[in-house]
T-cell receptor, first 109, second 114 residues
């Protein structure tokens, strides 16, 4: 079993839709959680941190459920520019990031 | 602000040839630095990390090696490339995201071994 699991998608959604991605992790000792975004043939870029209390950044909301070992990312009012692969990242110590294989999102007009 | 550079951006090399990829960081001193590989359709795999000059930790046994000759320089090398070394090589440094630490990536080097 992979330490971080994501649905690979692709998720094909129209502009304006709300879409949610999920991620599960297996190691309960994991300390920090993030979502990264990776555009085609580019490096991953930090999108947002994930906290148990939930956090919001504009159209993006991230949530952590430690009891279920589950992380989510919600994107509201999807834009064409949101098309990318979204990577769930779990950190046990800051020298070892564990990446999911990513969920691909395609927003169409 | 911190920036991270990698070169070359793309590379096509024959099997058995040597490899040297370079990563440099600006705007920070004594950074923790990392080399990752992302094979086609797969997740990122940590190859090496370094907490300082001359200090290298290897995460997986393989055909590659790393060196840190200067504070802000991290080099990935191979004496003889294999077909399986093809992939997207990413250098990263450790920095803050709010109150938490995470890693930030350079633009990457795309390597194709033929």
């Amino acid at each position: 079993r992979k330490e971080v699991e994501q649905d690979p998608g692709p998720f094909n959604v129209p502009e304006g839709a709300t879409v949610a991605f999920n991620c599960t992790y297996s190691n309960s000792a994991s300390q920090s959680f993030f979502w990264y975004r990776q555009d085609c043939r580019k490096e991953p870029k930090l999108l947002m941190s994930v906290y148990s209390s939930g956090n919001e950044d504009g159209r993006f909301t991230a949530q952590l459920n430690r009891a279920s070992q589950y992380i989510s990312l919600l994107i509201r009012d999807s834009k064409l520019s949101d098309s990318a692969t979204y990577l769930c990242v779990v950190i046990r110590n800051t020298d070892k990031l564990i990446f999911g294989t990513g969920t691909r999102l395609q927003v169409f007009p | 602000s911190q920036t991270i550079h990698q070169w070359p951006a793309t590379l096509v090399q024959p099997v058995g040839s040597p490899l040297s990829l370079e990563c440099t960081v600006e705007g920070t001193s004594n950074p923790n630095l990392y080399w990752y590989r992302q094979a086609a359709g797969r997740g990122l795999q940590l190859l090496f990390y370094s907490v300082g000059i001359g200090q290298i930790s290897s995460e997986v046994p393989q055909n590659l090696s790393a060196s840190r000759p200067q504070d802000r320089q991290f080099i990935l090398s191979s004496k003889k490339l294999l077909l399986s070394d093809s992939g997207f090589y990413l250098c990263a440094w450790r920095g803050l995201a709010g109150k938490k630490e995470t890693q930030y990536f350079g633009p990457g080097t795309r390597l194709l071994v033929l």
